[in-house]
């Protein structure tokens, strides 16, 4: 995310890089799209925009989903 005093630095948010970094490693293994977003529905892994919205974070605007796990294979 942006640096709330600095629009051209970025802090890194370690939740988030963790995520990252498990999609990267995923995609190491030979997993495809579809079974990243799986594994990531199965450990119940929020979507960015549902991560966003326990950070208070403003939002593009989304259709809403019922589930904060509904990973897309296009996320």
Same mark, same amino acid.
């Given at each position: 995310?942006?640096?709330?005093?600095?629009?051209?630095?970025?802090? +890194? =948010?370690?939740?988030?890089? #963790?995520?990252?970094?498990?999609?990267?490693?995923?995609?190491?293994?030979?997993? &495809?799209?579809?079974? +990243? =977003?799986?594994?990531?529905? #199965?450990?119940?892994?929020?979507?960015?925009?549902?991560?966003?919205?326990?950070? &208070?974070?403003?939002?593009?605007?989304?259709?809403?989903?019922?589930?904060?796990?509904?990973?897309?294979?296009?996320?």
């Amino acid at each position: 995310m942006k640096a709330p005093d600095d629009k051209n630095h970025w802090i +890194i =948010d370690e939740p988030d890089a #963790e995520v990252v970094k498990e999609i990267f490693h995923l995609c190491m293994q030979g997993n &495809g799209p579809t079974q +990243i =977003d799986n594994i990531l529905r #199965e450990r119940q892994v929020l979507t960015p925009v549902d991560y966003a919205k326990t950070k &208070g974070l403003p939002l593009a605007a989304r259709k809403d989903s019922d589930d904060p796990y509904d990973w897309k294979d296009s996320t």
